[in-house]
Antibody, heavy 117, light 111 residues
Framework: QVQLLQSGAEVKKPGASVKISCKTS????????MYWVRQAPGQGLEWIAW????????KSSPRLKGRVSVKRDTSAKIVDMELTGLTPEDTAVYYC??????????WGQGTLVSVSS | QSVLTQPPSASGTPGQRVTISCSGS????????VNWYQQLPGTAPKLLMF???QRPSGVPDRFSGSKSGTSASLAINGLQSEDEADYYC????????????FGTGTRVTVL
């Protein structure tokens, strides 16, 4: 069955960077886009990035002003998301989710990133 | 700040019908399909509806979706206790080089 397994929780200082991995199984990674979504404590869902199927085209949230990047390693079946210039406002649970045309049909379990001095 | 507006809460007794609205604009709902997600407390979101009104396998048919113009709605017929959750609409937005947007979220309470 399709599974998305994310790396573990992270604690970071302001100004640092964080990389979260999403290990996939049960399907062909290059056949689907991957979305990254985050949820701050007690808040709603926020889309942060997308990498397309096949040609690795990427988009990211205008709110993050170029601080986020997404890369895919097809051979390792992993998609990584890196967020730089962390602030306490980046404290959230981060999810990877497989999708096509906005239909996010499989989600990772979530990774908590805490940013505090 | 989300560009898709939902009511913060909705409620009903078991067996009742509950509807959740999602208001957007021409650049998102007006020109793209709408998806809905259900998030139970402490869990990852789950796809509930895609392409405006299509249910993934395993989603009960008491859930239905619709879209008209720049608005969409999710209906729950025959509300059950296990439907108590947060619900989010979402769609691609064609502005700013394209970005995906979620609604503000609606908490459904079963009284």
């Amino acid at each position: 069955q399709v599974q998305l397994l994310q790396s573990g929780a992270e604690v970071k200082k302001p100004g640092a960077s964080v990389k979260i991995s999403c290990k996939t199984s049960g399907y062909t990674l290059s056949s689907y886009s991957m979305y990254w979504v985050r949820q701050a404590p007690g808040q709603g869902l926020e889309w942060i990035a997308w990498i397309s199927a096949g040609n690795d085209n990427t988009k990211s949230s205008p709110r993050l002003k170029g601080r986020v990047s997404v890369k895919r390693d097809t051979s390792a079946k992993i998609v990584d998301m890196e967020l730089t210039g962390l602030t306490p406002e980046d404290t959230a649970v981060y999810y990877c989710a497989r999708g096509e045309w906005g239909k996010l049909d499989q989600w990772g379990q979530g990774t908590l990133v805490s940013v505090s001095s | 700040q989300s560009v898709l507006t939902q009511p913060p809460s909705a409620s009903g007794t078991p067996g009742q019908r509950v509807t959740i609205s999602c208001s957007g604009s021409d650049s998102n709902i007006g020109g793209n399909t709408v998806n809905w997600y259900q998030q139970l407390p402490g869990t990852a979101p789950k796809l509930l509806m895609f392409n405006n009104n299509q249910r993934p396998s395993g989603v009960p048919d008491r859930f239905s979706g619709s879209k008209s113009g720049t608005s969409a709605s999710l209906a729950i017929n025959g509300l059950q206790s296990e439907d108590e959750a947060d619900y989010y609409c979402a769609a691609w937005d064609d502005t700013l080089n394209g970005h995906y947007v979620f609604g503000t979220g609606t908490r459904v309470t079963v009284l």
